[in-house]
C-alpha cells in the first residue's frame, strides 16, 4: 500500500470509488467534499486549494488529502490530514480523518492507511495527532490502538449527536 495526492491520472480510480460510496449510500470520511463535488476535475481544484492557508476556502482549516492505493494502484481508501486544530477538530474532529471502501474493510488497509498518514503528519510538522472516533465505530478505534493512539477521554458531539472518543498519537 502507499499513499499519494490526488491527480487527475488516477480519475477513473476516484471515480468508481465515488460511484460505490452513492450505491451503498454511506457517507464519505477522509474525502473532503468528493462525494458532493460537480467534477473530479473541481475537487482536485478543491483539494489543491486546501493545501496552503493562504487559499484554503473560508470556514476550513488547511489540509492534505491522499489516495491509499494497493499494490494493484487500486484505489482503497482516503485518509485527510488537518494541518492544524481549530475550536471544532480540536473538541471533536481531530487532525486525521479517513475512511476505507465497502469492498476493502476487514483486510487491514485502514491501520496501514493510518500507519503511512503518521509519517506524513511528521513531515507537515506536526509532533502529536488527536484522533476521533464515534464511540460505537469499533473498527476505527481499533486502527487508531492498532497505531498507537492514547485515550484520552469520550465527549458529546453536539453536530451529530454521538459520543466521540478522542485519542492522541505521540510522532516522532
Ligand atoms: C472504520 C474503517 C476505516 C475501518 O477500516 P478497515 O480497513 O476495515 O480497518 P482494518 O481492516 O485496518 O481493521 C482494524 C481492526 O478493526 C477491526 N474491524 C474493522 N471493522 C470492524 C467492524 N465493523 N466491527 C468490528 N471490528 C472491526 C478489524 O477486524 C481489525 O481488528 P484487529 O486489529 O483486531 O485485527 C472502515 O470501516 C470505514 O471506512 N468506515 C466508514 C468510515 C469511518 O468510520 N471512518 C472513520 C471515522 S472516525
Known amino acids: 500500500m502507499r499513499l499519494v495526492s490526488p491527480h487527475i491520472r488516477y480519475k477513473e480510480e476516484i471515480v468508481k470509488y465515488r460511484e460505490e460510496f452513492t450505491a451503498s449510500g454511506e457517507q464519505m470520511h477522509g474525502g473532503v467534499g468528493l462525494h ?23 470556514g476550513r482549516v488547511p489540509n492534505s488529502v491522499f489516495l491509499a492505493l494497493d499494490e494493484h494502484d487500486h484505489l482503497v481508501g482516503m485518509i485527510n490530514i488537518r494541518h492544524r486544530l481549530n475550536e471544532y477538530y480540536e473538541k471533536y474532529g481531530g487532525h486525521i480523518g479517513y475512511g476505507v471502501r465497502p469492498s476493502e ?58 459520543m466521540t472518543q478522542r485519542y492522541w498519537i505521540t510522532l516522532k
Request: with cysteine; hydrophobic share 35%.
Open 36 to 58: 458532493q463535488s460537480e467534477s473530479i476535475e473541481h475537487w482536485l481544484r478543491m483539494v489543491k486549494d486546501h493545501l496552503r492557508e493562504s487559499t484554503v476556502h473560508p
Open 105 to 162: 474493510r476487514k483486510k487491514g488497509f485502514a491501520t496501514q492507511m493510518l500507519a503511512l498518514a503518521l509519517k506524513e503528519a511528521v513531515n507537515l510538522g506536526l509532533d502529536k495527532v488527536l484522533i476521533t472516533c464515534s464511540t460505537t465505530n469499533i473498527g476505527s478505534a481499533k486502527t487508531i490502538l492498532n497505531n498507537g493512539g492514547i485515550f484520552e477521554n469520550e465527549v458529546f458531539d453536539p453536530h451529530d449527536r454521538t
